[in-house]
């Protein structure tokens, strides 16, 4: 399921601003629930991709949810114990599940299009302990074929980590709880729900630091690195930033 798209492109000001705060890159929070551990052999079965919007100021906020429940890929693993903690039964007749790769590409898209609107060359994936979702959809595109796929395929923001070391916490839930957002334990394990708060977690965390980033933005400016009117064009890419499969022309 996807959020109505807004059609209204952000202020200019957000937009350069955004190219700038993450080299260039759009953040994209991102759950996966799935049946198992291993993204090789274990089937995906939820989605969720929640967009990371900006404001004038600087703040970034939670954007739209784009959410989908995924069939099992043909011999894909489902791990009963997985199963029981999510909740989710793969085969129900009420179940709207996508195949992987109709899946992927209606999220795909809709990341596309908010690349475009802040003028990002990529897209990076948020997630807690993010390196799971990033494994499981990197395994997924694989497995499907899935051509243009607009995340980095290894660099991560993973909100564990920040909140370790801006709350204490490294469980979803404290974190959350903590920082003073609605958590309801009802609601978790579920993607969209999972998704929501790390991106809500992302932006407090990101949000709180912006003198931080102003400071060492300056810093970079002095060294050369940025220019005044600094952008993703202005920047030369590093060595850790493959390029991507194709250019994204306009849908």
């Known amino acids: 399921m996807s959020e109505p798209r807004e059609d209204t492109a952000p202020p ?33 079965l939820e989605i969720a991709a929640v967009l990371i919007d900006m404001d004038s100021d600087g703040a970034l906020k939670r954007g739209a949810t784009h959410n989908f429940h995924v069939q099992p890929f043909a011999g894909g693993r489902l791990d009963p114990t997985s199963l029981s903690i999510t909740g ?12 992987e790769r ?32 990033l494994s499981f959809l990197n395994a997924a595109v694989a497995r499907a ?39 309801d334990p009802g ?27 102003q400071a060492a933005e300056e810093r970079a400016r002095e060294l050369g690195w940025l220019s005044v009117a600094a952008g993703p064009a202005a920047e030369e890419p590093g060595a850790d930033e493959p390029p991507l499969e194709a250019e994204f ?3």
């Open 249 to 251: 022309p306009p849908q």
């Open 145 to 183: 074929q899935v051509k243009r796929n607009p995340f980095h395929p290894f660099s991560c923001f993973d909100t564990a980590t920040l909140a370790g070391a801006a709350l204490g916490q490294t469980v979803l839930a404290k974190a959350v709880t903590v920082a003073g957002l609605e958590w």
């Open 88 to 99: 989710i039964d793969p085969f129900h007749p009420l179940r709207p599940a996508l195949p």
């Open 12 to 44: 200019s000001a957000a937009a350069a601003l955004m190219a700038r705060r993450f080299r260039g890159y759009l953040p994209v929070a991102i759950d996966v629930e799935t049946g198992g551990f291993h993204p090789a052999t274990d089937a995906l």
């Open 102 to 133: 109709d899946a992927l590409q209606r999220v795909f898209r809709e990341i596309r299009h908010a690349l475009r609107a802040y003028g990002c060359r990529r897209a990076i994936l948020v997630g807690h302990n993010a390196a799971f979702d």
């Open 187 to 213: 609601s978790a394990h579920n993607a969209r729900y999972d998704a929501q708060r790390s991106a809500e977690l992302f932006c407090l965390v990101c949000n709180r630091l912006r003198d931080s980033h």
